[in-house]
C-alpha cells in the first residue's frame, strides 16, 4: 500500500491546518491509521491513532484536545486536525498503517507497517 500524506505548511502560533493521507494499492477499511511526527534531532513520535472503522481514536497527551484524527474509508483517506498549534509542534509528520485491526490501538513506530513520506508542518511563534 503507497500512503501520501499532505497539507503541511506554514502557520502561526494559535493556527489550524489539516492533514491528508491518501491510500491507494489497499483498501483503507483494512488497516489501523496512525500520525507520527518528528522534530529535528529528536526521534519520531506518536500523535494519533483511529481505528479500522473510526470508532475508537486515541491521542498522545501533547495533542489531545487540540488535534482530532479522522478516517473517511470510501475516500481511503485519513485527516489529522489541528488546531491551537504551538511551535513544539513544529515537525514532519507522517502517517502510517497498521495491519492490526485489534484494540487497543497501537503507539510504537515498530507497530506500523506502511509509512507515507512524510508532510512538513513548521508552526512560527
Known amino acids: 500500500v503507497q500512503l501520501q500524506a499532505s497539507g503541511g505548511g506554514l502557520v502561526q502560533a494559535g493556527g489550524s491546518l489539516r492533514l491528508s493521507c491518501a491510500a491507494s494499492?489497499?483498501?483503507?477499511?483494512?488497516?489501523?491509521m496512525g500520525w507520527f511526527r518528528q522534530a529535528p534531532g529528536k526521534d519520531r513520535e506518536f500523535v494519533a491513532a483511529?481505528?479500522?472503522?473510526?470508532?475508537?481514536?486515541s491521542y498522545s497527551d501533547s495533542v489531545k484536545g487540540r488535534f482530532t484524527i479522522s478516517r473517511d474509508n470510501a475516500r481511503n483517506t485519513v485527516y489529522l486536525e489541528m488546531n491551537t498549534l504551538d511551535p513544539e509542534d513544529t515537525a514532519v509528520y507522517f502517517c502510517?498503517?497498521?495491519?492490526?485491526?485489534?484494540?487497543?490501538?497501537?503507539?510504537?513506530?515498530?507497530?506500523?507497517?506502511?509509512w507515507g513520506q512524510g508532510t512538513l508542518v513548521t508552526v512560527s511563534s
Open positions: 494499492g489497499r483498501a483503507l477499511n483494512t488497516l489501523s
Open positions: 502510517a498503517g497498521d495491519r492490526t485491526l485489534s484494540l487497543p490501538l497501537r503507539r510504537g513506530v515498530l507497530d506500523y507497517d506502511y
Open positions: 483511529v481505528s479500522w472503522i473510526g470508532f475508537t481514536k
